[in-house]
């Protein structure tokens, strides 16, 4: 694909690609239609060396739609849309350490997420993202024809999860397709994960587990993912619609510290 405003380098074949020469504080509208042409190609966007403040951050996400707001995480200056991600110290887990779409249990689940870190470990820390077209094409035809005809219950418990701070909305839940049709792209995708999908409606409890289990692993295939080392200052733009992604917890006592940014999606169908 050819760009004129950025550069763009792909991570693997599969997923994942950084972008340079932007400036995120000021995207002109031609840099940014080719930031978002990039983003539904590679489907999660890596930015380093970015100084950006909370109201640029917002405008970002802005720029694709309405802002999301997280049903219980804390948040920055006042604003719930400026979602705190932090990990240091006192923590006793991090955010987002199991695989997951993020807020998958809304009835309309975001479509994006942008996380601007700011203070990354020296070592550690990395994000990994897996691609869900990919997931899902490689698939025999039985099991997608099965899992076409399926739905899945995603749900969430948010009682004391992030400690005092107040839950907004303590237990999201919502009925999926197992299989989605991205609304931009027409491509399906895989759209069950760890950290929200329940069960699935209409089969046994055994039926349903064992179908999730195999899901659930068959993501976990090197092959569908990248993985990002993260530095300081660095901006990452990704499709929840068609990517899971998995936070690594490895770099305790050590504060790693940023906001995310995210946008509302439409009802998966
Ligand atoms: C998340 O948004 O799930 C956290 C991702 C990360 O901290 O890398």
């Not at 994942?16 to 080719?34: N, Q």
């Not at 009925?175 to 399906?188: C, D, L, Q």
Request: hydrophobic share 35%; aromatic share 10%; glycine share 6%.
């Amino acid at each position: 694909m050819v760009y004129q405003h950025i550069s763009v380098q792909p991570l693997t074949p599969t997923i994942g690609a950084v972008v340079s020469g932007i400036d995120l504080g000021a995207p002109s509208a031609e840099a940014f239609a080719e930031i978002k042409r990039a983003w539904l190609e590679h489907l999660v966007l890596f930015f380093c060396d970015q100084t950006i403040n909370p109201e640029q951050h917002l405008k970002l996400g802005q720029m694709l739609g309405e802002l999301h707001i997280h049903p219980a995480a804390p948040y920055r200056d006042d604003n719930p849309a400026l979602m705190a991600i932090y990990a240091g110290p006192d923590s006793h887990r991090n955010n987002g350490d199991t695989w997951h779409s993020d807020v998958s249990a809304d009835e309309e689940p975001p479509m994006a997420s942008i996380l601007y870190l700011q203070t990354a470990p020296e070592v550690g820390g990395d994000t990994l993202w897996a691609n869900m077209y990919a997931a899902y094409e490689a698939l025999s035809s039985p099991i997608k024809a099965l899992l076409g005809s399926l739905s899945a219950k995603h749900s969430a418990n948010y009682t004391g999860y992030y400690g005092d701070h107040e839950p907004q909305r303590k237990n999201p839940s919502a009925e999926h397709p197992v299989i989605r049709t991205h609304p931009e792209t027409g491509r399906k995708a895989l759209f069950v994960n760890q950290g929200f999908t329940r069960r699935i409606i209409g089969l046994s409890d055994h039926e349903s587990q064992s179908l999730l289990d195999m899901l659930f692993d068959h993501i976990k295939h090197p092959q569908f993912h990248c993985r990002f080392q993260w530095q300081e200052n660095t901006v990452a733009l990704w499709d929840n619609r068609c990517t899971q992604h998995l936070a690594v917890w490895d770099y305790f006592p050590e504060v790693r510290s940023g906001t995310r940014v995210t946008v509302k999606g439409d009802r998966p169908f």
